[in-house]
């Protein structure tokens, strides 16, 4: 059961002008699983796209970065699950390579106006026949309100579909933006193991929509760890296709350019949250807030440490106020110089330490009543400087271990 | 159960001449259990340590660094469980001091020839009175023949106690070398969440022991993990007593020199390789060689990368070969500039993956006939220089939570 967030509805998804969805059962998946998408953009779109750092960067991540390098205009994406195409060498990028001319020959464009994803498990090879001889259903179905059957589609242990839409005034003009993604485990930042899909009808130049896409996957996706593995698959694309009536967006910090760039990072910190609160075997949603650092990476490392820990984890599934595995955590995140007696704890309201010790007034039923909660703040101050960051995780319960150990079965 | 480790029999256990120790239940675990440990040193004895790295390092670490600092002979090491008196503040180091003075009273010594060692729950009061009331039951039953009951009373969550006796003959003369340590979860390297202590009745010279003690570690206790947390507390004490009838070993790379750190590095690796094999919840023992780095370093950051994933972790439970897994940990490393498409992995014998991808002869049977084995070796080959790692660790199952989520009731 995830944490808060519930399944969307069709009908409170806005089609995005110049978007159209449509997905297949291709076979790659168990059977009555929806597990091929395609997303079209009408002509004068624009596409931009943070990838995985993982040096072991699957073929549909090497293919799209190249379709991209291309500067056509591109005119699809082509998404499956079910296997990820990853660990596949050059036979996997042939493979990539086959399934975006069969979606170019029945779109009659060129093969690099398509981007292909794949998320699913690594190491086997593509079914790109069951691929192939879908994507002919896949193009028949198309449609602007495809939206939630696009979020089915990209899930993998997923227990919810993943999917929002804003509608925002530009300067008078009415903006749609709808957004789905997917992820659940091996969650962890740089884009880890998640998609993320977000169309807008606004009108706005490169690099402006370059500077959002960054910036917002900074404060979202970047923002999130469940287990701390990052994938070989992951990206997040930003699109628009300029089809509302507003004049095109360009200063970077334009006053514009702010507000489409504020509801982005809010969507993508909604679906990112979601990511979360769907962690694999989640039962709680912590965000941790790292204050008073010297620096923002060095907040970062004292969140991670503490989000990654599964000392921390566990304590937090079995709503065990054994908080102290949080100061240990803080010890040990990499800051040669931090002194200790400087450091305060709070759980939400609750003082837990402070002077790098006990707090002399916390008492343990405190501390209890906040861990039982669902949704719980983790803060830290550093007592060193003004930097701060915020992060979002889950707890790790016996779940977790029952689904990745299940994968595959 | 731990994986091929058995309870060691009291009469394995070599005394060390000039080595004391007793034991007491002080009342700080729960009834029944032994959880107040003292080793005395006979005179012109000799002691080095490594301690934890965690900056919120507990009293008694503080304490026993201060009082090796003093440069008095050591007298005795007072040991407790059940509680690990960190992110206590000054209160903590006053009652790390008191627990001292009780026992220099005792044995009628100066309180800085005693080092406190503690081992338990963080951030609560320490129970002093109990520890200084069980102090003399300690001092009357000190015994050489007491090593097994010492292993007992260090434990944690551990399942069995880990204790070892080597004898070995260095240019004629017989040395006798004891050991004990506790670990089993919160465990990585830099001394994490362990304690370790190994007696020998050797003659030998303070800058040999430092160096011994120090690549010990680095071949040993430095090499494992069961779930990345590094712990407040913990230390590896090294301690020479000096009675064997030998001249005092002083070159640091002399033969002499090169024997006894080659049986105290097995014993170290003998005990540090325990704690993984009873790693909490643990079913799975697994060695992880990395070959063909460019350097040492980036062998252990590829070796820990795969040793944390949950992901690699749970596959290794299921006994399910989803060793793509393997690959992505290799990909997020951290390695810049890693050529994917040279790397191979075996899985004991079995070539999985060469040039990157899936190995053409890999048929997943074999694999799978691995996985199904409580040992395992998995052995990366970077294809980009001569440095190698060596790195042990165990799998991760539902009971690592339920210990973990359950450790304080």
Known sequence: ???NLTQ?????????????????????????????LVITLAQGSKIVGVFTQNRFCAAPVLVS???LQAKLPVWALLVNTGNANAGTGDEGVDHARQTCSALAKLLKCDPRSILPFSTGVIMEPMPVECIVASLPRCVANLHENNWLKAAEAIMTTDTVPKALSKQVSINGAKVTITGIAKGAGMIRPNM?????????????????LRSVARRAADDSFHCITV??????????MLMTTGQAQMPEITGINSRESIIFRGVITEMAQWLAQAMV??????????TISVEGGKRHEECVKVAFAIAHSPLVKTAFFASDPNLGRI???????????????????????????????????YNEADGQEVMRKQEIRIRVLLGRGSATSKTWTCDLSPEYVKINSEYRT
């Open 1 to 3: 059961m995830p944490v």
């Open 8 to 36: 969307p509805l069709a009908e409170q998804l806005l089609p995005v002008k110049g978007v159209a969805l449509g997905v297949a059962e291709a076979g790659i998946k168990k059977p009555g699983r929806k597990d091929l």
């Open 65 to 67: 970065r190249e379709h």
């Open 192 to 208: 880890a193991t998640m998609l993320a899909f977000i169309a807008s009808d606004a009108r706005v130049g490169l690099p402006v």
């Open 227 to 236: 287990d701390g593995d990052t994938s070989t698959n992951d990206a997040f």
């Open 277 to 286: 609160r769907d962690g694999e075997g989640a039962t709680k949603f912590i």
């Open 327 to 361: 100061l240990a955590a803080i010890g040990y995140a990499g800051i040669a110089d931090l002194d200790v007696s400087k450091i305060s704890l709070y759980l939400d309201e609750v003082l837990v330490a402070e002077n790098g010790r006990r707090a002399i007034r």
